[in-house]
């Protein structure tokens, strides 16, 4: 383990100096002092702090793309692993393709943080298909992250927010638990995939969010391939798969998909809203949710 850097505790201190190109490096130097090391941002203003980490995601997300934005997946998997040596998390939601990048994961190291978000609204199905692929995979560091309770009782004590506001319920039950989770981390991983469409049609493997780096080692795979992989891996299925559902999530936002339909049609059905919000930035959320900010205190 190398010495913590403020910005990223496992990135040598002299990194951050040396690998941040441009004017936000001397930026860094500069606030730094010559008589403090490269990289030692200690006694900086949370502003100068967030400035500094959002640049050396920035920076980080770049250098890793050019290196592997055209790697294998579980190549995507394996160096972020390292680069962020025990700051690395995978999001799973363990709805229907989850399987694939879980498997992928635990080929890497099966003590990869997988963070789950039990937001109160999944289906039993879900809860039940998580036990099955944490025993299947032999996944030892699984963590369900759930709302903040003074936050349900505040802006939804009857449950029914999601009928009224559904981006204020996604962000009271996944964005900001998502938030609280990851200030423990440098790098988090998703499932998310090109084919999807939508803002995912151009996905990188790695991409800079809120000072943090994304990664999406499925970018590039398409349905077949996914199904592929789940059939010569003998994978476990989402039980609700078989009904019908393709994209699950919470149950009062999730609708069967008819033949034909696109893969996320059944998700926020007859609503404009496409996403929950864990894959916009927090500036975002706060533009389209009222209060956003409260819950993040
Ligand atoms: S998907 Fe629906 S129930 Fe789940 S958090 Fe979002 S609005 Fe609430």
Redesign the pocket.
């Known amino acids: 383990m190398t010495d913590a850097s403020p910005l990223s505790p496992n990135i040598p201190p002299d990194a951050v100096a040396e690998t941040v190109p441009g004017p936000d490096s001397t930026a860094v130097r500069d606030r730094a002092g010559s008589d403090r090391p490269h990289g030692d941002l200690s006694g900086e203003s949370p502003l100068a702090l967030k400035e500094s980490r959002f640049s050396l995601a920035r920076y980080l997300a770049a250098e890793l793309e050019d290196r592997l934005g055209n790697a294998e997946a579980e190549s995507v998997i394996d160096a972020a692993y390292k680069r962020f040596d025990g700051r690395f998390a995978l999001v799973s939601s363990f709805g229907a393709d989850s399987a694939v990048l879980l498997h992928l994961a635990a080929k890497v190291s099966k003590d990869i943080p997988v963070l789950f978000l039990d937001?109160?609204?999944?289906f039993g199905e879900t809860k039940r298909y998580r036990d099955t692929l944490v025993e299947t995979l032999g996944l030892t560091a699984v963590r369900s992250i759930t709302p903040d309770d003074t936050d349900i009782t505040a802006s939804?004590p009857n449950g029914d927010?999601?009928l009224k506001?559904?981006?204020?319920?996604?962000?009271?039950?996944?964005v900001a638990p998502l938030h609280r989770a990851l200030s423990g981390f440098d790098a988090w991983g998703t499932g998310r995939k090109r084919y999807q469409g939508g803002k995912r049609e151009d996905l990188r493997h790695f991409e800079a969010s809120d000072g943090r780096v994304k990664v999406n080692p499925l970018a590039h795979w398409t349905r077949d391939d996914l199904k592929a992989y789940a059939a010569a891996q003998n994978l476990p299925a989402h039980p609700l798969v078989s009904e019908g559902f393709l994209s699950i999530?919470?149950?009062?936002?999730?609708d069967r998909v008819a033949n034909g339909e696109d893969e996320r049609a059944g998700?926020?059905r007859g609503q404009s809203?496409s996403e929950?919000?864990i894959h916009l930035s927090l500036s975002e959320n706060a533009r389209i949710v009222d209060g956003a900010t409260a819950h993040l205190s």
Not at 165 to 174: I, T
Not at 249 to 254: E, S
Request: with cysteine; glycine share 10%; hydrophobic share 25%.
């Open positions: 937001t109160g609204k999944l939804d927010l999601w506001d559904p981006n204020h319920c996604c962000f009271l039950r996944k999530g919470c149950m009062p936002c999730t998700r926020w809203k929950c919000g």
